[in-house]
């Protein structure tokens, strides 16, 4: 089976990829503009996206809506993640959390699942963000996002490492066990 990955950006596919490999799914990545709407929550935002582009995309089609949420700030970034990321970035953010003690996070991750109809996966794990970047793997948050009950940021673990225990990981969990069973 093939299953296209609406997105722009590659980290994204790799982890969705090196999760399926195994399991005999082949995923790509297609790059399709879609609107991401101001909305309250990430499953509103991917719901909205799978919908829109369902009438464009022949055949079925999944996408990833994630956000780092901080407990300092209430879960800011959170929905904003991706514009907070353009321009605060990583070292923005720390600049923001100088001198806080309070350092947990969580990532969220949504994977909505179009084929005919929207299917939603989630997945979520908690940390805490670092004092200073930390590794060069992964994408995004990752070298200031270490995970809790490890020493390595998701920057400094591998994808196969990061996969085990992220929020995309545990949302491909999801949709993967989702997709066993109601695949003919
Ligand atoms: P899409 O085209 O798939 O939307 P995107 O990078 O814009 O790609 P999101 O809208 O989901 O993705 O934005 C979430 C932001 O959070 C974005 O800046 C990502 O780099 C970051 N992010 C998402 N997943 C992450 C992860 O696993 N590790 C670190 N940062 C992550
Ligand atoms: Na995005």
């Given at each position: 089976m093939?299953?296209?990955?609406?997105?722009?950006?590659?980290?994204?596919?790799?982890?969705?990829?090196?999760?399926?490999?195994?399991?005999?799914?082949?995923?790509?990545?297609?790059?399709?503009?879609?609107?991401?709407?101001?909305?309250?929550?990430?499953?509103?935002?991917?719901?909205?996206?799978?919908?829109?582009?369902?009438?464009?995309?022949?055949?079925?089609?999944?996408?990833?809506?994630?956000?780092?949420?901080?407990?300092?700030?209430?879960?800011?970034?959170?929905?904003?993640?991706?514009?907070?990321?353009?321009?605060?970035?990583?070292?923005?953010?720390?600049?923001?959390?100088?001198?806080?003690?309070?350092?947990?996070?969580?990532?969220?991750?949504?994977?909505?699942?179009?084929?005919?109809?929207?299917?939603?996966?989630?997945?979520?794990?908690?940390?805490?963000?670092?004092?200073?970047?930390?590794?060069?793997?992964?994408?995004?948050?990752?070298?200031?996002?270490?995970?809790?009950?490890?020493?390595?940021?998701?920057?400094?673990?591998?994808?196969?490492?990061?996969?085990?225990?992220?929020?995309?990981?545990?949302?491909?969990?999801?949709?993967?066990?989702?997709l066993k069973e109601n695949l003919k």
């Amino acid at each position: 089976m093939r299953l296209a990955f609406i997105t722009s950006n590659p980290g994204k596919v790799e982890e969705a990829r090196k999760y399926f490999e195994p399991l005999g799914v082949e995923v790509y990545q297609l790059r399709m503009e879609y609107p991401e709407i101001q909305a309250d929550t990430l499953e509103e935002v991917a719901l909205f996206g799978v919908e829109w582009l369902s009438g464009k995309i022949e055949g079925p089609f999944f996408l990833d809506d994630s956000g780092l949420f901080i407990d300092a700030f209430d879960g800011f970034p959170g929905v904003y993640s991706a514009y907070v990321y353009r321009t605060l970035g990583i070292d923005g953010i720390l600049k923001l959390m100088e001198g806080l003690e309070n350092r947990k996070a969580h990532f969220k991750s949504v994977i909505a699942y179009w084929d005919g109809e929207a299917h939603l996966f989630t997945g979520r794990v908690d940390g805490e963000i670092t004092a200073e970047p930390r590794g060069s793997g992964g994408f995004g948050f990752d070298p200031i996002f270490k995970p809790l009950g490890f020493e390595e940021t998701f920057a400094e673990m591998t994808t196969d490492e990061k996969n085990l225990i992220s929020h995309r990981g545990r949302a491909l969990k999801a949709f993967a066990e989702w997709l066993k069973e109601n695949l003919k």
